[in-house]
């Protein structure tokens, strides 16, 4: 097949679970024998649609990667009045809904590469949902247009412009069915769909040993990964660690492995515990998890979590938010996980977490077994190219 | 072949649950200290009634740190406060009247939903008895 990918940014240090998604599949269908090409902007920071590198072409692991500027500066004056608004729950009205849209690095020339593009591919993929490149994007050739939206319930997924760039696209592929569900609430009847998710490699050697031995980490760990802000419930993990070590934990403290960026520190009380790692390479992120007794992934905007995946691949179990159905989903089919709903439940997990190795064990097996069989690449790349062949009517 | 072991996690979650809520009824929580923990993780500030913020002021107290030069930096902030006044002032009033009214609406509002959520409940009342 001829294929090309659409997302705003592209590049290997581009960090975002959906940019690592698109690249992921792009790459490997490319090394499956499909034609692959992915086109970008030059931006590689979502909040200041900066032109950081030079427009052209390159190749990047069999990837032809074509890159244009944004031609649209972000409007700094205008997200800094519409943001308010919609973190007081409010609606931007139609024509703010459109300005949000095109204040997110439109690029000219992408939309003419888009339409110069479409008739010699089979299919054009665009992704995530709430950009540009993708709600115009997508609106260039909608009849070859499938968009993996990468979907969260939060206000841009209630925008006009954005579902009707969803409901109009030749199709969509989803991650999880927990994310269908979410995307036929939002937008009632959908266009034709797959849920594929995404690949994984088996574990490779981790060194969990290893990691406490380099941080002097003399006791039970929790672990985090991701970005450190309000909307992934980071504030939370610090609440719920810090509740558990003072006051509620029956077999005493535990230090919360930081891992990530962003702009929530921890509060006074909760500092003592927080091993901050910050930014750290895949193989220390995998021992840090390794060395671990659970992964703590609070966040109910997710459309996927790679990040409890790894958790499972490298050997710990995952311990996930009662409210978010995509990453409950994934815990209840695999039982390498268990939900909770505060505090009192995340510590009476923690201490039997603690007080049952076994079961920390059967848990680890089960989420490795549900990776292995629903996420290995051999199983995703045969579902993303049913997917493309069925929805583009090849 | 390995033996696949299934986790019942839905199972595990109930006797989280069942054990929390069982702890919480014998009072076996610290809740005092939960509550002052907690405290610290409330990053909301302390909610004022909007009528206590509803009025827009359009001139602060003028005030400067600066060692020696500081009367004459007051100085130039109050001529440039007295400058932009004929654009500052109109604004200003503009952003108050439509505060009030909302606050208006608001309250209203709210007085309806007290009187239909009484006469639901009285209603409920009457049938029941």
Known sequence: MRLAFV??????EILGGAETQVRDYAERLAAAGHDVEALTTCAVDHHTWRNALPPGESVATGVRVRRFAVTRPRDHALAARQQPVLDAGLCLGPEGERAWVENTGVSEPLLEAIAATAPRVDALLFAPYLFASTVLGAAVRPDRSLVIPCLHDEAYA???????ALRGAAGLILNTEAERDLAARLLGELPPNRVVGEGFEPAAAVDGEGFRRRHRLDRDALAYAGRRERGKNYHLVLEYVTLYSRALSRRGPVRLLAM??????????ARPLVCDLGFVGHGEMLDALAASLASVQLSRMESFSRVLMEGWLAGTPAIVDAGCPVTREHCAQSGGGVWVGDAEEFAEVVDRLRADPELRGRMVDAGRRYVARRYNWTAVLGRLEAAVRELVGN | MLQEERVDVAALVAE?????????????????LLLRLRA????EDEVEPPEALAIVESSRPLRSARPVVGPA????????????????????HDQNRFNLALLRELRSLEARLDRLERSVRDDGDEAHG
Do not use: D
Not at chain 1, 7 to 12: H, L
């Open chain 1, 158 to 164: 209630r925008f006009a412009p954005v579902q009707a």
């Open chain 2, 73 to 92: 930096v007051v100085f130039g902030k109050r001529a440039l406060r007295r400058l932009l006044s004929w654009y500052v002032h109109p604004a200003v």
């Open chain 2, 40 to 43: 610290e993780f409330a990053v």
């Open chain 1, 7 to 12: 997302t705003p940014r592209y590049g290997a």
């Open chain 1, 260 to 269: 990530g960026g962003g702009p929530l520190q921890p509060p006074e009380s």
């Open chain 2, 16 to 32: 989280v649950e069942a054990e929390v809520a069982r702890r919480r009824a014998a009072g076996e929580y610290p809740e005092e």
